[in-house]
């Protein structure tokens, strides 16, 4: 069973339009996340939603907006794309941080490759 | 200056070599240090993590913190086909905000 999944796989589109890619975890996590990765393979978080508050936005355009109908679930919408738009998009997910120093693993789905032309 | 640095490579190594990754970071309120490992076309997946200063071991890997330098490092004993791929440290002041390095691309040949 996938722990993190996201569709679609493959996005292709063109500038100006909207799209979204949507993601879902059935770890039972209560926090999931946004990344960007660009061509030099950087990664780069963008959204965090913890019991649906944000509680991370990394200065990303609001062109994207992070939308969590329950816990399971984060989807990625993107309005106007545009060409720097393009990357891979991985969603993941964890626990909520607490006290103490044990790391609360992320958990990364297989990712979205976003080509804008 | 970015926050972590992390030499791209790509690194070619014969198998059975001794692999060495690194990174440094600005940030002196780290405490948190990590690294992943992403197979081409995956997400990543953590390999291994450090709280504050050390080494941890685990099988053939071995990570090692060194914050008056700013400095962390990953071994790999007996490298292995199998480790090609792209080895990313991550690092963070409260857990679950990570900082990423670029990745360093490891290729393993038999």
């Known amino acids: 069973d996938t722990a993190v999944s996201q569709t679609p796989k493959y996005l292709v589109t063109q500038m100006g339009n909207d799209k979204s890619i949507k993601c879902e975890q059935n770890l039972g996590h209560d926090t999931m996340y946004w990344y960007k990765q660009d061509s030099k393979k950087f990664l780069k978080i963008m959204f965090s939603?913890?019991?649906?508050?944000?509680?991370i936005n990394e200065t990303v355009p609001n062109r994207f907006s992070p939308k969590s109908p329950d816990k399971a679930h984060l989807n990625l919408h993107i309005n106007s794309l545009e060409l720097g738009d393009s990357a891979v998009y991985f969603c993941?997910?964890?626990?909520?941080?607490?006290?103490?120093?044990?790391?609360?693993?992320?958990?990364f789905g297989p990712g979205t490759r976003l080509t804008v032309t | 200056q970015k926050e972590v640095e992390q030499d791209p490579g790509p690194l070619s190594v014969p198998e059975g070599a001794i692999v060495s990754l690194n990174c440094t970071y600005s940030n002196s309120a780290f405490q948190y240090f990590m690294w992943y490992r992403q197979y081409s076309r995956k997400g990543p997946e953590l390999l291994m993590y450090t709280y504050s200063s050390g080494n941890k071991e685990d099988g053939r890997f071995t990570a090692q913190v060194d914050k008056s330098s700013k400095y962390i490092s990953l071994f790999i004993r007996d490298s292995q086909p199998s480790d090609s791929a792209t080895y990313l440290c991550?690092?963070?002041?409260?857990?679950?905000?990570?900082?990423f390095g670029a990745g360093t691309r490891l290729t393993v040949k038999p």
């Open positions: 991550a690092m963070s002041i409260v857990n679950n905000d990570m900082r």
């Open positions: 993941a997910s964890s626990q909520r941080a607490g006290g103490g120093h044990l790391l609360y693993e992320q958990y």
């Open positions: 939603y913890n019991n649906k508050e944000l509680i």
